[in-house]
């Protein structure tokens, strides 16, 4: 069983920065790629930003040089650092997990809300 609990989330600035922590337990084939979704309000959910345990890292595009995922392998943690933050950058952000070779199934967590203002 997966189990991904996000925090970290809250009202911010445009321009601003806020780090974001995703504690994860499980099947430790689930935990080896973790990634970063959001969806904001009406919209599909999104990938943001991926890691696997040996440190590749994916970005969309929209968050490439603002965004940094990294993570604690001891202490199966991942964050997202997030800066120079923008008003579009407003949604729940879930941490997710799974969907690759030994763990087909794809697994995140409630979600952390992040509120940007002008």
């Known amino acids: 069983q997966v189990q991904l609990v996000e925090s970290g989330g809250g009202l911010v600035q445009a321009g601003g920065s806020v780090r974001l922590s995703c504690a994860a337990s499980g099947d430790p084939m689930c935990l080896a790629a973790m990634e970063w979704y959001r969806q904001a309000p009406g919209k599909e959910r999104d990938l943001v930003a991926a890691?696997?345990?040996?440190?590749?890292?994916y970005y969309a595009d929209s968050v490439k040089g603002r965004f940094t995922v990294s993570r604690d392998n001891a202490k199966n943690t991942v964050f997202l650092q997030m800066n120079s933050l923008n008003p579009e950058d407003t949604a729940v952000y879930y941490c997710?997990?799974?969907?690759?070779?030994?763990?087909?199934?794809?697994?995140w967590g409630q979600g952390t809300q992040v509120t940007v203002s002008s």
């Open positions: 997710g997990a799974g969907g690759g070779y030994g763990c087909p199934d794809e697994y």
């Open positions: 890691i696997t345990s040996d440190g590749s890292t």
